[in-house]
């Protein structure tokens, strides 16, 4: 349906498409064999995984002394980590939901890569709390399973109890969610399918979708609603994982101001992961009409907003130390950036509060290779971020004696190369296995704002008269 | 859709067009069996005369009945069962207790939404429909007329009325 459309908006779809068009440049790449740079970087993302395994395993077999955990330092690298990829799994909701609810029309064309990023990355988080856990065939303890110790409930006090519900929820709906916008995607596939091979997956996996009219007025709804809940959802998440810090009576942890200052912080580093993604994903599968300069000059603006909330938050942070009078808690903000890991804590400031400011220049955010040189330097920042919040807290406790610095081991640094090989491989798998763009959504936003469109219809459409 | 039924298919390649055929063929007296698009097309639905859907109401439903099992287990194990003091709280600790209830009420909306949506629209892994043409999933629009259900006019006259509100094709099946 064509919607009334400001002239002065920018074309979501480029290139004068038609809708038979995006059908045919989305599924080219589900169809066609895998190609040369395909192959080269599936290829390097399961060696990755593989050796990432091996020091899994060995910490799962070893135990995790293997890390370099000292008596003061009892989180590190895992919770960071951990942290890191949760917050970088909010943005896949955030676009499909949260934007949905806005009626942003642009998040058409990367919702679906990005749920898909939110997916693994929780994945990724995923493993880490199971690693942290020392023994991972336990994990079930976690849940509120009768049991033979005299039925010992879970805790529902504890805020580790409600990150087991929220993300292990988080997960089943974004999956859910994703799943569903694919299936008439899934359909257009399976209608294409020229071997048997695919006809006979997509067509399972597409359910036996038609296309009528019922089908989709229902289907807008369940969107709709899906949406609606997910935005509270996606909320809770990370609010529910600041608490896992701030109901703590560790100094530098113990802050009301954590829920807020994560979701802003899991935000901005998920729309910077998402950009790195759409930059490289663009380019490989030549997707410069559907994902434009205009999409990148969207998701830099939310980089902007939300990096300058997380720079308010650091500044209030520290202001609120030293306003309390609590001696602990200043002394907290004044070792972190002055102590012996004044280099992590510069390494934030920089990276997150000042790097995000200079997309404020239209043509340093619309410019391809600084867009995506800066997505990175965000994510480099909130690992660092995430790194201060714990170590720094904790590697100077109440008892000067105890003092201690954090080296990680090879297993600390092989367990995060696992999580990267993790999620690189399924991403490539998706990216060749799974269309990449809402080809549905695409078509449904492109009459009423591709100016293009109309004008080549009637133009046709004058031809045959 | 069982192959005995006769159907006449009119295929457009516009959306607007087709939301203006709907309305041209029914004020005809002829009467739409459904129509398929490749997007959702809004108002659409209501033109062709389904009713609203209620798909709302089960959702609301399936996520009273979430909060109501998670306060349930939670007060069960924590107030009845094992009761243990944790930082001095009550045992009906009720503020300590959103987290849960809220993923517990999202789940249960989420997935019983869902399956009430596959199930409501006949969607499930497995199943093969008799599809009426193959391009409603790249770019045609179908309207599908059941020849059986409109004794009144002749299969010309609907395939006439088809014609003059734009459809590019107008084919049996």
């Known amino acids: 349906m064509s919607h009334v459309v400001s002239p002065i908006r920018e074309k979501l779809v480029t290139g004068g498409k038609s809708y038979s068009d995006v059908t045919h440049d989305i599924c080219k790449q589900v169809e066609g064999e895998p190609t040369k740079e395909w192959k080269w970087a599936f290829g390097i993302s399961s060696i990755v995984f593989i050796y990432g395994a091996y020091c899994l395993f060995y910490t799962w077999w070893q135990g995790i002394g293997v890390w370099g955990l000292t008596k003061t330092v009892g989180w590190a690298w895992d919770i960071t980590n951990f942290v890191w990829w949760v917050g970088i799994g909010h943005a896949g909701t955030l676009i499909s939901a949260v934007l949905l609810l806005f009626r942003q029309k642009w998040r058409t064309s990367i919702n679906r890569s990005a749920e898909a990023m939110t997916i693994f990355a929780v994945l990724c988080a995923a493993s880490f709390i199971l690693a942290h856990m020392g023994r991972p065939w336990l994990a079930h303890w976690a849940l509120p399973l009768p049991n033979a110790f005299g039925s010992l409930w879970v805790n529902f006090n504890s805020p580790l109890v409600w990150d087991v519900f929220a993300i292990s929820t988080y997960l089943s709906v974004s999956l859910l969610f994703w799943y569903m916008g694919l299936v008439p995607d899934l359909a257009s596939i399976r209608d294409r399918a020229t071997t048997k091979g695919r006809k006979f997956w997509y067509g399972l996996f597409s359910l036996g979708w038609t296309g009528s009219s019922k089908t989709w007025a229902r289907y807008e709804y369940m969107s709709l609603i899906l949406a609606g809940i997910s935005t509270p959802l996606v909320l809770s998440v990370h609010t529910i994982v600041s608490m896992d810090f701030a109901t703590s009576v560790i100094p530098g942890w113990h802050t009301t101001i954590f829920p807020p200052y994560f979701v802003a912080g899991a935000i901005f580093s998920g729309f910077a992961m998402v950009q790195t993604l759409l930059l490289i994903t663009r380019v490989v599968f030549k997707l410069e009409d559907y994902i434009t300069i205009e999409h990148i000059e969207m998701m830099n603006i939310v980089i902007t907003v939300t990096g300058s909330v997380v720079g308010i938050a650091y500044l209030t942070e520290f202001f609120i130390a030293w306003y309390s009078g609590v001696e602990y808690e200043s002394y907290a903000f004044i070792n972190r950036a002055t102590g012996p890991y004044w280099w992590a804590y510069w390494m934030m400031m920089t990276c997150n509060v000042i790097s995000p400011q200079l997309f404020w220049s239209k043509a340093i955010r619309t410019n391809l290779m600084v867009s995506f040189f800066l997505s990175i330097v965000v994510n480099v920042g909130m690992w660092f971020e995430r790194f201060v919040i714990i170590v720094t807290s904790l590697h100077r406790d109440y008892l000067p004696s105890s003092w201690a610095m954090f080296s990680p081991t090879m297993y600390d640094i092989g367990d995060y190369i696992f999580s990267f090989g993790l999620f690189f491989t399924l991403f490539f798998l998706f990216a060749k296995y799974l269309p990449v763009v809402n080809m549905a959504e695409v078509k449904s936003v492109m009459k009423g704002v591709s100016s293009n469109f109309p004008e080549k219809k009637k133009a046709t459409k004058k031809t045959e008269e | ?166 459809a590019i094709e107008v084919n049996v099946k």
């Open chain 2, 1 to 166: 859709m069982s192959s005995t039924t006769n159907y006449i298919l009119g295929v457009y390649d516009d959306e607007d067009e087709v939301l203006h055929a709907v309305s041209e063929v029914k004020s005809k007296g002829i009467k739409i069996e459904d129509v398929f698009t490749p997007f959702p097309i809004h108002g659409l639905d209501r033109a062709v005369g389904h009713e609203r859907t209620r798909l709302p109401i089960a959702a609301f439903l399936f996520g009273v009945l979430g909060l109501t099992c998670a306060l349930s287990l939670i007060s069960y194990t924590m107030v009845f069962d094992w009761p243990m003091i944790i930082g001095g709280k009550d045992f009906f600790a009720l503020p300590n207790w959103i987290p849960v209830s809220f993923e517990g009420t999202v789940l249960f909306t989420a997935f019983g939404l869902v399956t009430t949506f596959c199930i409501s629209n006949n969607l499930y892994p497995g199943n093969q429909p008799d599809l009426l043409d193959l391009r409603i999933t790249d770019d045609k629009f179908v309207m599908a007329i059941n020849v059986d259900k409109n004794k009144k006019v002749s299969a010309d006259d609907i395939k006439k009325a088809l014609k003059d509100s734009g």
